[in-house]
């Protein structure tokens, strides 16, 4: 099964995730909310679902990342990060795959 998703034990969701951007200016990304989106199911309910969400103008299919194995063999998993604009105005960064 792919561990991808899965964090380091020793570190929280948000520090895993700041691990992926050594670049960004960490006042700026300390001042973003993150949020975590999981679609499980089956194959076909999961791209449905993404694909619903695009419609309704949610998220770009191209945010999500490809599906991978869930716990359940008979279902797969994709997951998008969002982050929030930051208070002091700035866009935050697109977020990737």
Not at 26 to 41: C, F, P
Not at 69 to 81: C, D, F, H, W
Request: hydrophobic share 35%; aromatic share 4%; net charge negative.
């Amino acid at each position: 099964m792919s561990q991808e998703f899965l964090p380091d034990d020793n570190l929280d969701v948000s520090a895993a995730l700041e691990e992926d951007r050594p670049n960004d200016d960490s006042a700026a990304v300390s001042e973003q909310e993150v949020v975590l989106l999981t679609v499980v199911g089956s194959p076909k309910g999961v791209r449905e679902t993404i694909l619903t969400l695009y419609r309704l103008g949610f998220a770009e299919v191209g945010d999500w990342s490809p599906l991978q194995r869930a716990a359940n063999p008979k279902q797969v998993m994709s997951v998008l990060i969002r982050r929030k604009r930051s208070t002091d105005g700035t866009q935050p960064r697109k977020s990737g795959r």
